[in-house]
């Protein structure tokens, strides 16, 4: 059993929610009270126990369940509302693994990254910009989801990073270059592609995905894996949906990237890819830590009904 289930089935929201909102009174075999997130006369504040959910159905018209509501209530994320609820509940917290800011990976990600945005916006983009605008993703989006683009040219990135102090071995063990006859590197692996930074579930930029843009295949491609970066065990923009999937309690995933950045420039923020077709056991994980109900929009195409 996980913490999160663990913790779930030690305490009950109602119990939660009434530490929280002294008014609450039992009508019917639901809760009622006044909404503490926003000012009303007419309560409209509900807590369902058969389902363990709560929901607002006047101002702020949100719901989800103990671990949404003590993360409103407090105005902390999923992690911070987690251990308070723990500490209610008598359940121990293994620690994380303490994080590895200083592998110097991060760093050449984030300077390759702006290499990516620089291109995107230079006369060189113009195709990968036509692209973006066909699929009807606006400025916005397009700076806050990082979209870039990958020179066709072979080795611009290399150089680039190069010039920053980035040494060999560094280049090849991002999985940015491919290493030459020699050893050394000689070329970027990325090349005439719309370029997605990847980032976890703290917002650091682990990896990349590349999309072709002249109908080669394959299609996408990813950073290898690396110490930083496994496709595995990540979902692509988590780490800007977790907050929604936490307040909804349901979690989508779709297999593009740009059905994700869609979703979101929609008003769907708690919408994330998987990087491929088929949910590793650590990305069902990864949601049902924040999500009761994890709903899968896949493509329609064989590889998606898989």
Known sequence: MSTVD????????????????????????????RCPFHQERTPSFVVFPDTQNWRCFGGCATGGDMFSFVMRTENTDFTGAM????????????????????????ALNDSAQQFFKQSFIAERGAQARSYVEGRHIGEDATARFGIGYAPSTGSELLRSLGALGFNDDLLLRSGLVLRGDDGSPSRDMFRG?????????????????????????????????????DKGRMLYALDRAREAIGAEGEAVVVEGYMDVIAAHENGYRNVVASMGTALTETQVALLKARAQRIVLALDADAAGQE
């Open 193 to 229: 592609r719309l370029m997605f930074p990847l980032r976890d579930v703290d917002g650091r930029i682990a990896g990349f995905a590349g999309r072709s843009l002249d109908g080669s295949d394959p299609k996408y491609i990813n950073t290898p894996q690396t110490s930083v970066f």
């Open 83 to 106: 251990r308070l609820l723990a500490a209610q509940a008598g359940v121990r917290i293994e620690e994380r693994r303490q994080r590895n800011d200083d592998d110097p990976l991060y």
């Open 6 to 33: 663990d913790i779930r089935a030690r305490l009950d929201i109602v119990d939660v929610v009434s530490g929280y909102v002294p008014d609450l009174k039992r009508t019917g075999k639901n809760y009622h009270a």
